[in-house]
Nanobody
Framework: QVQLVESGGGLVQTGDSLRLSCAAS???????????MGWFRQAPGREREFVAA????????VYADSMKGRFTISRDNAKNTVYLQMNSLKPEDTAVYYC???????????????WGQGTPVTVSS
């Protein structure tokens, strides 16, 4: 089983940037890089929403339209870490952000087998 831990969230102002990190590990202390990874978010009163995903080699990335041009997903397999660079943040981006692992790139929640506990992001005006 894969354990995922998000970090990097916090309180920022409109227009600011944040970089979220997701560290992956196994019970043995080592994690295979052969997982596609995704980021989701859930705002108060809303359903969980797909943000972005990246293939296991990092060659393919997929983004939700609502994050167009502002968010960038990347990964460093040597560090077993996935990143989400968020620029030009808006109050509408306020949510708990989750990372997840899947066998292949997908936008669907059901495609992800492992989930982190989430890191909160609050964007004020």
């Amino acid at each position: 089983q894969v354990q995922l831990v998000e970090s990097g969230g916090g309180l920022v102002q409109t227009g600011d940037s944040l970089r979220l990190s997701c560290a992956a590990s196994t019970a043995s202390g080592r994690t295979s890089s052969s997982y596609a990874m995704g980021w989701f978010r859930q705002a108060p009163g809303r359903e969980r929403e797909f943000v972005a995903a990246i293939s296991w080699r990092g060659r393919t990335t997929v983004y939700a339209d609502s994050m167009k041009g502002r968010f960038t997903i990347s990964r460093d397999n040597a560090k077993n870490t996935v990143y989400l660079q968020m620029n030009s943040l808006k109050p509408e981006d306020t949510a708990v952000y989750y990372c997840a692992a899947a066998p292949t790139v997908t936008r669907e929640e059901g495609g992800y087998a492992y989930w982190g506990q989430g890191t909160p992001v609050t964007v004020s005006s």
